[in-house]
């Protein structure tokens, strides 16, 4: 069974740093690409990240580009997102997700697994 | 990186059909056939309903169904049920790796 569980969130000042992890079991995780979904309270659902299965690509939404960093660990079934500089409108909810296609490359809407989230607050 | 547009809400009763539409661009919705659905009930992780416009993961029930005409994507449903009731979401590849979501849609059940 394909299991996602996101860690690492909680309560940061403006301008702080969080790293946010996502232990991924149930699968071969280094054959699949993984993304980062952020939910902000009452919102909508907003792409943030992704990484290919290698770790070798990576993309990011405008919104985070430079100030926040997706790796991967696959020794370890582990993704992470870096979170640096960080503003009261990064408050959110952050998922982890999986791409059902293997060895897949580039950014996906397709995302087959969730995790159940990880709650980031940032306020002074 | 403009979030697609889907109307706020929509209602339907029970067995009725209704449909959500997504209107995008020429960069995202209407360059590529990858456009995804999501459903997603109150505190809960969004679920895969539709994907490459048409498509359908194993088991997600058949009354769900996609299609696309030029910018547009829509998510009917069919013989509208009470657990149907939920926040949807549209979701594309646009240009350049990157993906965009919807704004969401609240379909109620009357």
């Known amino acids: 069974e394909v299991q996602l569980l996101e860690s690492g969130g909680g309560l940061v000042q403006p301008g702080g740093s969080l790293r946010l992890s996502c232990a991924a079991s149930?699968?071969?995780?280094?054959?699949?690409?993984m993304t980062w979904v952020r939910q902000a309270p009452g919102k909508g659902l907003e792409w943030v990240s992704h990484?290919?299965?290698?770790?070798?690509?990576?993309f990011y939404a405008d919104s985070v580009k430079g100030r926040f960093t997706i790796s991967r660990d696959n020794s370890r079934n582990t993704m992470y997102l870096q979170m640096n500089s960080l503003r009261a409108e990064d408050t959110a909810i952050y998922y982890c997700?999986?791409?059902?296609?293997?060895?897949?490359?580039?950014?996906?809407?397709?995302?087959?697994?969730w995790g159940q989230g990880t709650p980031v607050t940032v306020s002074s | 990186q403009s979030a697609l547009t889907q109307p706020r809400s929509v209602s339907g009763s029970p067995g009725q059909s209704v449909a959500i539409s997504c209107t995008g661009t020429?960069?995202?919705?209407?360059?590529?056939?990858?456009v995804s659905w999501y459903q997603q009930h109150p505190g809960t992780a969004p679920k895969l309903m539709i994907y490459?416009?048409?498509k359908r993961p194993s088991g997600v029930p058949d009354r769900f169904s996609g299609s696309k005409s030029g910018n547009t994507a829509s998510l009917t449903i069919s013989g509208l049920q009470a657990e149907d009731e939920a926040d949807y979401y549209c979701c594309s590849y646009a240009a350049s790796n990157v993906v965009l979501f919807g704004g969401g849609t609240k379909v109620t059940v009357l």
């Open positions: 990484i290919t299965g290698g770790g070798d690509r990576t």
């Open positions: 020429s960069s995202d919705v209407g360059g590529y056939n990858y």
């Open positions: 490459d416009v048409t």
């Open positions: 997700a999986k791409d059902p296609n293997m060895g897949g490359s580039g950014a996906t809407p397709t995302l087959d697994y």
């Open positions: 149930g699968f071969t995780f280094s054959n699949y690409a």
